[in-house]
């Protein structure tokens, strides 16, 4: 063989080896742009999935809290409404404390000697079974009604916190 066609010969086997290369990096260039391809499918549907699964749960947690806050505001209306009556029946008892169409008047304890500090009142026509009461003084009656009132509006606002917090701590 002379060295003209050793040379023609290297240089086939040389194109020969180089397209065989080039053939055999297209064919990797499809399969793995085939599977990048596939895992790109796959990622996609990967997180549609994740995202139908938190809109879901948004869904879900928005409705819990709507209720949640229907109830709230039911549970409020109901404690203010036992506010607003409290303080009418408690502005009522004044008036009428105030038009002396009311007396407010407390037991006496009976004292085994028979003698009582406090002069009690008799009404001219009244029968009173029980023991001996004392009528209070109209200004003292109003102050009393005062504290009574402060303290009813005091157990409405308490049972309001505790069904607040009722409802609030309770995991749905």
């Known amino acids: 063989m002379s060295p003209a ?7 086939g086997v040389l194109a020969l080896l180089l397209l065989t290369a080039g053939g055999v990096w297209k064919v990797q260039d499809w399969r793995y742009g085939r599977r990048l ?23 879900t947690e928005q409705a819990k809290r709507l209720a949640l806050e229907q109830r709230l505001t039911a549970s409020d209306q109901t404690h203010h409404e036992a506010l607003t009556n ?16 009311l007396r407010l008047s407390v037991l006496l304890a009976e ?6 500090s ?11 079974h029980g023991g001996t009461r004392a009528r209070l003084d109209p200004a003292h009656a109003q102050r009393i009604i005062g504290i009574t009132g402060d ?14 917090v009722k409802e609030v701590s309770v995991r749905r």
């Open 118 to 128: 406090v002069p009690t009142a008799t009404g001219a026509g009244g029968v009173v």
């Open 86 to 101: 409290a303080q009418k029946d408690q502005a009522r008892l004044r008036d009428r404390l105030a038009t002396s169409d």
């Open 151 to 164: 303290g009813d509006q005091g157990l409405i606002a308490l049972a309001a916190c505790q069904a607040y």
């Open 5 to 11: 066609t050793l040379k023609v010969a290297l240089a």
């Open 37 to 59: 391809a596939e895992q790109s499918v796959a990622y996609q549907a990967d997180l549609t999935t994740i995202g139908n699964a938190a809109a879901a749960q948004q869904r």
């Open 111 to 116: 004292d085994s000697t028979g003698g009582c």
